[in-house]
């Protein structure tokens, strides 16, 4: 499971409407834990730029990347950790460690990086 991209029920909130929903979108399995959880990284398209993290967005272009099965130029949130019900994963659609392994290793230095410098900068000694 750990470096494979589903299509994942997502709980996100409407600003506009003040409401919580849930929507199917793509993530990436990187962690699971005893209890029936998995730790993911959202993939998104990012349509305002505004929100793009030139540091800790990875782009995943599906012409480089066609065993991914993205239909559209996608970042990999190294920045957006979340803990998500394993039986949220609805469908496999692609392999990123075993089919771009180095592109893996890219995501989980980049997360190694993020992870440290919450640690790092957040912490009073």
């Known amino acids: 499971m750990i ?6 029920l997502f709980p996100y909130f409407d600003i506009g409407s003040r409401r919580k929903g849930l ?4 993530v990436l399995v990187i962690g699971e ?3 029936n959880d998995c730790i993911i990284l959202p993939v998104s398209t990012i349509t305002k730029k505004q929100y793009f993290n030139p540091e800790y967005d990875i782009e995943i272009d ?3 990347y066609p065993k991914l099965n993205l239909n559209k130029l996608s970042y ?6 979340a803990i998500i019900y394993k039986k949220a994963l609805h ?4 392999d990123l460690k075993v089919e771009y392994g180095l592109k893996y ?3 989980m230095k980049k997360l190694e990086g993020f992870n440290k410098s919450l640690l790092f900068n ?3 000694f």
């Not at 470096?3 to 994942?8: D, N, P, S, T, W």
């Not at 929507?23 to 793509?26: C, L, Q, S």
């Not at 990999?76 to 950790?81: A, E, G, M, P």
């Open 23 to 26: 929507k199917e979108r793509p």
């Open 62 to 64: 599906p012409e480089k």
């Open 3 to 8: 470096g494979k991209i589903f299509i994942a």
């Open 76 to 81: 990999i949130r190294v920045h957006k950790q």
């Open 91 to 94: 469908k496999e659609i692609g």
């Open 105 to 107: 290793i890219e995501v």
């Open 33 to 35: 834990t005893n209890d």
């Open 122 to 124: 957040n912490c009073v």
